[in-house]
């Protein structure tokens, strides 16, 4: 059965660093989101792309994340100066769009800001 | 505003024995409501859906949930439990087609004693 895949699984960085979380959503999906959760907290929204835009975000996706569609196969989230608040694990998902397509998500990087 | 709200945060069940998972939801039109599964370590697994029709859904791993919208709710089930089952389980509720941004519960963590 098709994944999504993500990739690196975990990863370190320090403060004020950038950083970018690469996902590999499933090949014929055609709208991609990251998600967040904070440890011992609930998962989280962060943005939804469709058609090579955003087509919404969430308060917690400010001008420090961006997302991007490089070529035909990967999505990546990038966080340009990383906070301590930003550790958490970050989930990529994908869906076809069409009715009854549920999300299929990755099994998450998760990100430690020391 | 969607909410979706799991009024136990931990519950612990001895191996063979039922399982029921609560989940409550608030929506504004026709909710479609989705449980995942998060194994430790791992990403989102999608035990079952509830789009429309039969209101006692199936999935997968013998779960199984019931919509009751005159009590927004889904709760989850399970006739006999496996000491793989403990893991934590989420509830969730989107939209229909495309954009179908996902908001979360808390979380209900299962443990399981021998």
């Known amino acids: 059965e098709p994944e999504v895949t993500q990739t690196p699984s975990h990863q370190v960085t320090q403060m004020g660093q950038e950083v970018i979380l690469r996902c590999v959503p499933i090949?014929?999906?055609?709208?991609f989101y990251w998600y967040r959760q904070i440890l011992g907290q609930k998962v989280e929204f962060l943005v939804s792309?469709?058609?090579?835009?955003?087509?919404?975000k969430s308060e917690i996706f400010d001008d420090q994340f961006s997302v991007e569609r490089p070529d035909g196969s990967n999505f990546t989230l990038k966080i340009r100066s990383t906070k301590l608040e930003d550790s958490a694990m970050y989930f990529c998902?994908?869906?076809?769009?069409?009715?009854?397509?549920?999300?299929?998500f990755g099994n998450g990087t998760r990100l430690t800001v020391t | 505003a969607q909410s979706v709200t799991q009024p136990d945060i931990h519950i612990t069940v001895s191996e063979g024995a039922s399982l029921e998972l609560r989940c409550n939801y608030s929506?504004?039109?026709?909710?479609?409501l989705f449980w995942y599964v998060q194994s430790p370590g791992q990403g989102l697994q999608l035990l079952l859906k509830?789009?429309?029709?039969?209101?006692l859904v199936q999935g997968i791993k013998g779960f199984e949930a019931e919509f009751k919208r005159s009590q927004s709710s889904f709760n989850l089930r399970k006739p006999s439990v496996h000491w793989s089952d403990a893991a934590e389980y989420f509830c969730?509720?989107?939209?229909?087609?495309?954009?179908?941004?996902?908001?979360f519960g808390q979380g209900t963590r299962l443990t399981i004693n021998p």
């Open positions: 969730a509720v989107g939209g229909s087609t495309g954009a179908q941004k996902l908001v």
């Open positions: 509830y789009f429309s029709g039969d209101t």
């Open positions: 998902a994908s869906t076809s769009g069409q009715r009854n397509s549920p999300l299929h």
């Open positions: 090949s014929n999906h055609l709208y």
């Open positions: 792309f469709y058609n090579n835009e955003i087509s919404e």
């Open positions: 929506y504004g039109a026709t909710p479609y």
